[in-house]
């Protein structure tokens, strides 16, 4: 084995046999049937990289900045090949020597960390959609124009804290609202994370861009002190935040990511102190966001919560990616969208099966991503409060 060009732990690259089983689970590997667009083939690049003194030429830089990050081959491996530490690292590598994640991107990352600039951009591009002045392909769902206020804290120090994030807060404020009033209906006290904290870094560790990502993981651990648990209502911010201990090597981080809980898997625990529901919801179908069921394994609770309101209807597909991927869809549209077709096929047969005509999702991303092609998708916590209201 050579020196280490991406900088990839050698035992984790060693644990692929090569058995296959991961390709049908690969969204990438299902649209266009291409091995080097599969976790195995991938996995053979780094290798070649690695271990062979291939080239970091522009046929490698394709293999890896195509894949999603869903991590659906995780679960699927029988090996426990540890796929997205091997991809973050690469990417890593990548965007150090900038063959992924280009200028213009970096900047809009940057964007993320600073919460009033964001609001305001937020608004001046809901603004623009409205004179017509956004492309459609730009793939964004309506914005909003006004978002409300953040729920308010009920106790300094409080049961529990809710994260608010960075785009969840400025496109999907009413979520936290609704979440808050779930949380409240246990009996709980909460206080919502300042927005100082702002952005996790979820998407910038993704873009390969790990100093950026730590320092806003730094900074977020600073702004939610104490001890009480980090409920998240965002599937792609619960796995970065989880993952702390991972990006930061600290005690402090990992003693942090262990407060963090995705808000479903709070309320499951505790789902004998919801309120029953004042308004039943008939069928409703659940998307499982990757990050949720993939990288923190915690798709059940969403249906122990959710199932008190409604008939949970499932998919077909085995929690195939939607295509989202955090700025995916927006850097990968033509993959993104091929993929995307794949789940709203499987939306419309479960649809036709049960009569359910709303799809929950528990991510912003995923939410998005299936709105923008005309699917009705609502996250699980606005659906609860309003069964409860
Ligand atoms: S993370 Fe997703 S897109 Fe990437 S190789 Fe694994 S299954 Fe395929
Ligand atoms: S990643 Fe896992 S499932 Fe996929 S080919 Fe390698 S060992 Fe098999």
Known sequence: MGTSLLGLDDEELSTCVGCGLCLPHCPTYRVTGEEGLSPRGRIDAMRAVEWRGAPIDDAFVHFIDTCVQCRGCEPACPSGVPYGHLAEATMQTLAARHQVTPRWQRLAFRGLG???????????????????????????????????????????????????????????????????????????????????????????????????ARRLAARTIASIPGDAPILVNSAGCGAALKDYGHLLGTAEAERFAARVLDVHEWLAARADRLPPPRRHLGPVIVQDPCHLRHVQRAEQPVRTVLGRYADVVE????????????????????????????????????SQRSGAALVAS??????????????????????VAEAIA
């Open 315 to 350: 998919l077909a597909d085995d929690g195939l990616c939607c295509g989202a991927g955090g700025a995916y869809s927006v850097f990968q549209p033509e993959l993104a969208g091929a993929v995307r077709e794949r789940k709203v096929a499987a939306i419309e047969v479960a």
């Open 114 to 212: 600073h919460h009033r600039l964001l609001l305001l951009g937020s608004t001046l591009l809901a603004a623009a959609q409205r004179l017509g002045l956004v492309p459609r392909r730009a793939g964004l769902s309506r914005l909003p124009l006004r978002r409300g206020r953040l729920p308010a804290a009920t106790a300094a120090e409080p049961d529990v804290w809710l994260y608010t994030g960075c785009v969840m807060d400025a496109w999907l404020r009413p979520t936290h609202r609704a979440t808050a009033t779930v949380i409240a209906a246990t009996g709980a006290t909460l206080r919502p994370t300042p927005t100082s904290g702002g952005c996790c870094g979820a998407l910038h560790v993704h873009a390969g861009l790990a100093p950026a």
């Open 362 to 383: 528990a991510n912003p991303g995923c939410a998005m991503h299936l709105t923008a092609a005309g699917v009705d998708v609502r996250h699980p916590m606005d659906l």
